[in-house]
């Protein structure tokens, strides 16, 4: 293994705002009632019983382009694990039953790994939280994806393999709409902002309105916990990184109106911090490196004809390169010839 495979995988900001969000026993239960796991199911897991396990448990398959936070727990006293993966995507993945059917696999083969022969499998529940626009448009189960037609189907079904996706569709919400679904403070703050820096044409001024007006009552409510202004930090430092241009005085005086004065103050020192850290550049400089990261990791050193078309870069091109590059079967895929 090389040097740069054996390094921990830096992760973009976007992540660690998931797993803030989402990274506990409350935001983690909160997102399967969201996507529609019935409540007898989610009230069989022991809360108690919660572990966040090592991040190293992500997938080769899935990492860049989405991440995950797996849980093992207690379901009705027996070992299991639940998975939250985010799926950055914008219209959703078409082949994403048969890469979820590879993912829940490779979690019970490194399970057996552990745990020979007689022993019995656990159950492993994966949920993928959708991070778009518009709504899912890939297919929903492994059938979908299956070249037969319906009454072919019909007749293998019993004889297939399936899956179907479990799936939190933050794309069919409107922002506002997600900053009001029935969840911890920290998940609707961050859902709402994650739905809103993916909207095309994106203004600053939506931004600022979105916090002034749709997170008024989520950012309060966030605030008041126990360590409710570290984690609005949080989100806030992922605006800040996703939306090229936004005005910080503005996005302050905004959520100072809407939220109270600490929640202004958290805004301004997050900005401070981020002018320190030679961040504050918009999306391009974040998008820049990630995509340079990705394809130097699979596929070694870029020309410099790449460095040069990747420095020359749109904002926009860049939002579909942070997309592309994790699937691409060459540079070439991604930046053109070399």
């Known amino acids: ?3 740069a495979e054996s390094e921990p995988r830096r992760r973009p900001v976007h992540d660690r705002l998931f797993k803030v969000a989402c990274g506990n026993p409350a935001g983690a239960l909160a997102v ?8 007898e199911l989610v009230s069989a897991i022991d809360p108690d019983s919660l572990r966040l396990e090592s991040p190293e448990t992500v997938d080769d398959e899935l990492d860049e382009l989405r991440r995950d936070l797996v849980f093992s727990c207690r379901l009705r006293g ?4 639940l998975c939250l993966i985010l799926e950055h995507l914008r219209g959703g993945d078409d082949d994403a039953p048969r890469r979820m059917l590879g993912y829940v696999d490779g979690k019970l083969a490194a399970w057996r790994r552990e745990h ?16 778009g626009a518009a709504p899912w448009s890939g297919p929903r189960a492994l059938r979908d994806q299956l070249d037969a037609d319906p009454g072919t189907l019909d007749l293998l079904d019993p004889h297939l ?27 609707r703050v961050a859902f709402a902002v994650m739905r809103t820096v993916v909207t095309p044409g994106l203004d600053p001024a939506q931004v600022v309105e979105v916090f002034r007006a ?12 126990p360590g409710g202004p570290q984690r609005f930090a949080v989100v806030v430092r992922y605006t800040f990184f996703r939306v090229q241009g936004l005005d910080r005085a503005a996005l302050r005086e905004a959520v100072a109106v809407a939220a109270g004065e600490r929640a202004g103050e958290v805004v301004m020192s997050t900005a401070e911090e981020l002018i320190a850290e030679g961040i504050e550049k918009g999306i391009e400089k974040g ?5 340079r ?21 749109t904002e926009a091109q860049l939002d579909v390169w942070v997309d592309e590059a994790p699937f691409a079967a060459r540079v070439e895929d991604v930046l053109g010839p070399g």
């Open 32 to 39: 399967l009632r969201l996507a529609g796991v019935r409540e």
């Open 293 to 313: 990261r990705q394809l130097e990791r699979r596929f070694g050193p870029l020309s410099a004809a790449h460095r040069a078309r990747l420095e020359a870069a």
């Open 78 to 81: 027996r070992h299991a694990l």
């Open 161 to 187: 393999v399936g899956l179907r996706l479990t799936l939190l569709d933050l794309g069919a919400y409107a922002p506002a709409a997600v900053a009001a679904l029935p969840a911890p403070p920290m998940l």
């Open 116 to 131: 020979p022969l007689p022993a019995q499998l656990p159950v492993v529940l994966p949920v993928v939280v959708h991070q």
């Open 214 to 225: 749709a997170l008024a009552v989520g950012i309060r409510e966030l605030l008041a916990e």
């Open 287 to 291: 998008a820049r490196a990630v995509v």
């Open 1 to 3: 293994m090389s040097p």
